[in-house]
Nanobody, 126 residues
Framework: QVQLVESGGGLVQAGGSLRLSCAAS????????MGWFRQAPGKEREFVAC????????YYTDSVKGRFTISRDNDKNTVYLQMDMLKPEDTAVYYC???????????????????WGQGTQVTVSS
């Protein structure tokens, strides 16, 4: 059974930092693109960032560029999202996602991802 388990969410003041982790089990994703999405109350789920299997390519939505950094450790089957200079508008449930396809590049649309975590809440107070 494939599982993606996010951790690291919480409550932080504006300007603060959080580091999200997503640990995968049940299969290896060392050759798969992995991504982070988020969903704020009353809004649709949106793409945040993704990273290809070699870590050579990363891509971010405009609103987080320069503040968030995605990385991965294939030996640990884990992907991370370092979030700095957090803003109240970053408040959302953050989801980790993994594609079943191997050797893919940048994947922005959520329908390219086959496996999803349960989400972790990030709340940024002003």
């Amino acid at each position: 059974q494939v599982q993606l388990v996010e951790s690291g969410g919480g409550l932080v003041q504006a300007g603060g930092s959080l580091r999200l982790s997503c640990a995968a089990s049940g299969r290896t994703f060392s050759r798969s693109t992995m991504g982070w999405f988020r969903q704020a109350p009353g809004k649709e789920r949106e793409f945040v960032a993704c990273i290809n299997w070699t870590s050579a390519w990363t891509y971010y939505t405009d609103s987080v560029k320069g503040r968030f950094t995605i990385s991965r450790d294939n030996d640990k089957n884990t992907v991370y999202l370092q979030m700095d200079m957090l803003k109240p508008e970053d408040t959302a449930v953050y989801y980790c996602a993994a594609a079943a396809a191997t050797s893919a590049g940048i994947l922005i649309k959520d329908n390219y991802y086959d496996y999803w975590g349960q989400g972790t809440q990030v709340t940024v107070s002003s």
